[in-house]
């Protein structure tokens, strides 16, 4: 098992999205969480590429999340296993429909939270738990009607709260530049804010961002 993650974190550092895919996959029916979560994220990252079909998209998206449900089983106390259960769990409520998604918000943020409590240093999931506050934060009149009725007390964001608690905190925990996302995000918040200076700065961060990955070009 070992040799296999050594090997998959390799390919994975490398960019080598297809040959990690065909590496795990040969070890979907592990019982080891570290092979299984990151079965779940090759998964989502092959989902994610140009070049895969809708319907391949569509049954990797759902088999990422068994994975990763599949990780946590086995181990409970796995950070990145709650993480990216939190992340596959968001990416099939974009097949299940806007009720679904909202439905799953509170499990999902439970999720990344629980995995913050498991390892504090972990940037990227501060930084997931910013991107669930800015999507309540912005959320629509008549999504904010779906989710009160689908909750007592339903789920709400500033975009102060955004700033502060979670996309500077990322910053703290990580080298400054961490994840283009991050940065396009702060540049964001900032112009929801009507603070444009501030913006410019982060989206121009953004924009200089060395491309690595698929995601790093879209930003």
Known sequence: VEDVIEQADYLYGSGETE???????????????????????????????GSTSAEEK???????LEYAKKALEKNESNSAA???????????GDYEGIKTKIGNAIIIKEHFQ???????????TIHLIGIWCYSFAEMPWYQRKIAA???ATP??????????????????VADPNFYSKNLLFLGKTYLKLNNKKMA????????????????????
């Not at 049954?59 to 990422?64: A, I, V």
């Not at 709650?82 to 099939?92: E, N």
């Not at 629980?114 to 990227?124: G, H, Q, S």
């Not at 789920?155 to 703290?172: A, G, H, K």
């Open 149 to 151: 009725t689908l909750f």
């Open 200 to 219: 410019l700065l982060w989206l121009s961060k953004a924009k200089e961002y060395p491309a690595q990955t698929e995601e790093d070009k879209q930003v």
């Open 114 to 124: 629980r995995a913050v409590e498991l390892n504090p240093k972990d940037a990227t």
């Open 82 to 92: 709650h993480k990216w259960y939190g992340i596959c769990l968001s990416d099939v």
């Open 155 to 172: 789920p709400t964001s500033t975009f102060q709260e955004v700033l502060y608690e979670n996309l500077f905190s990322c910053l703290y």
């Open 19 to 49: 040959k990690l895919y065909q590496l795990l996959v040969q070890h979907k029916n592990s019982d080891d969480a570290e092979l299984l979560w990151r079965l779940a994220r090759s998964s989502r990252d092959l989902a994610q590429l």
């Open 58 to 64: 569509r049954q990797l998206t759902y088999d990422s």
